[in-house]
């Protein structure tokens, strides 16, 4: 291994060094007795989201597998996260970066990835980006990162401090340790492999639930067990949803799935704020959505236990889109019916 890339892998694993873990807490919701739920705040990274795990382990990953050199410039398809968590890591170890995103993505994550260094590249839509990013790695010479097809391979999911063992340490003198259930909504089908396989490794009686927004294909592939289904809808819940099944989806280690109702990811993300007093994203309220969903099931049928899952990041990516109303109303619709099922069923 030459001295350029060990002084690159060295300053991603020094900045995870200096990083603590990200908090794990519990939702104060007295209609639910006996069910606990807890968010897992990823918001807290330094690039601000989930993603930034993601982004570390892709680019050790191509790294370690002598795919980026020093003069490589990274290409990547994202609507958005992703895009600036690797564009921070690119800077970190003096690499170029650019971002092929949709011309939806929100502008403000657009700035975050300029802030970083990186440089955006716009398609039309979701499902153009990942031919894009190949025509265009291609072209200059430059490495596609293709978090779609790696995500659930870079991750070591049997530890190594990822976000599956993090969750299960977080939760050792919780009333209820192991979680009945997981909820995961799925963008590149890495993170619920993660969790699904660590379960599975560890051997804890948990079920993984992931939530699957509209125009996304994962749930109707997990329905069929057709992994070839496409779709030329893209998802309106940014970050989540795809219109092709991305070989990081990995349904077997999957229990259950849930489809949510983009209106009800929109109206739970604005009841979470009313809760815990922080804006989120719209993917955190598809998340609590499926949360709610079970521990309501769970309640019925007198269960008690723990339910964890994830705000993904912060609401402040999405002031001009989700967290306005006039652009909910034009691109979302109507979340009346989901917000005062909301506030009559958990208050």
Known sequence: MNTWITEA?????????????????????????????????????????????LARSLFLYALCNGKIHQDTTVVEASSGSTAVSEAYF????????IAVVPESTARSKIRQIEFYGGKAHFVKNAPQM????????REIGGYFMDQFTYAERATDWRGNNNIAESVFSQMEREPHPIPKHLVMSAGTGGTSA?????????????????????NSVFYESYKTGNPDLTSDKSSRIEGIGRPKVERSFQPGVIDHMIEVPDAASVATMLWLEKLI????????????WGALKLAKEMVANGQTGSIVTLLCDSGDRYLDTYHNPEWVSGCIGDCTQYSETLNAEYG
């Open 9 to 53: 892998i060295d300053k991603i694993n020094a900045d995870a060094h200096r990083s603590a873990d990200t908090h794990l807490f519990k939702l104060p919701i007295p209609r639910l007795p006996g069910v606990d739920i807890y968010l897992k705040d990823e918001s807290t990274h330094p690039t601000g989201s989930l993603k930034h795990r």
């Open 90 to 97: 690119a800077r970190m170890i003096g690499v170029p970066f």
């Open 130 to 137: 990942h031919d894009a990013s190949v025509a265009l790695a």
């Open 194 to 214: 993660t969790l699904g396989r660590y379960i599975r490794y560890k051997g804890y009686d948990s079920k993984l639930t992931v939530v699957d927004p509209e």
């Open 277 to 288: 007093g922080r804006k989120t994203g719209p993917s955190s309220g598809t998340n609590l």
